[in-house]
């Protein structure tokens, strides 16, 4: 003889509490993005981007919460990159950069970071990869900051190129 007693005891039961379930966590999900384009407006507005962490640490403490897919929501909303604590704006960008209507139109749950051993879709999408990847290497003193600029310039010469010059350098 069992003795489990359910908490719910009919199947009429089971479905409103699914229902209720489900309700909750999109009420979480939009909460988490409330409060992850506040703080994005708040680096907009003030460029002080050291608020973000201690936010992230704590909501990726909930359970279901992707923690690559909050991270890389906050990377593509500023154009930056974010490792070990600290935010490095993209070449070229700042915190005047963002655009929060663009912000307010991604949902952090959606967000599917690119990965890094996807093939490039065109050659400036591949010259993005590269200077990423360069500025790790960099960074870790595996490579020479004036060598990754050199290569750097040689393909963006490469690009600005007619067809007939890439073609002639191949």
């Known amino acids: 003889m069992s003795t489990f ?30 409060v992850a384009t506040s703080l994005i407006h708040h680096v907009h507005e003030n460029g002080d981007w050291t608020v973000i962490f201690p ?66 879709k065109s050659l400036g999408e591949l010259l993005a990869q590269f200077e990423k990847g360069a500025k790790k290497s960099i960074k870790a003193g595996k490579v020479a900051e004036a060598d990754a600029a050199l290569v750097i310039a040689t393909i963006e010469g490469l690009m600005s190129s007619s067809e007939e010059d890439v073609a002639e350098a191949a």
């Not at 719910?8 to 409103?16: F, L, Q, Y």
């Open 55 to 120: 936010c992230i640490e704590n909501i990726t403490q909930c359970n279901g919460v992707n923690k690559q897919a909050l991270v890389g929501y906050f990377e593509s909303s500023m154009h930056a990159s974010i490792e070990e604590g600290v935010l490095t704006y993209d070449t070229g960008a700042s915190a005047s950069d963002i655009n929060m209507d663009q912000v307010s139109a991604v949902m952090w749950y959606d967000f599917k970071k690119p990965s890094s051993k996807a093939a490039a």
């Open 5 to 34: 007693t359910p908490k719910h005891a009919t199947i009429a039961d089971c479905v409103k509490e699914s229902g209720l379930i489900a309700k909750q966590q999109n009420t979480v999900a939009m909460r988490i993005q409330h």
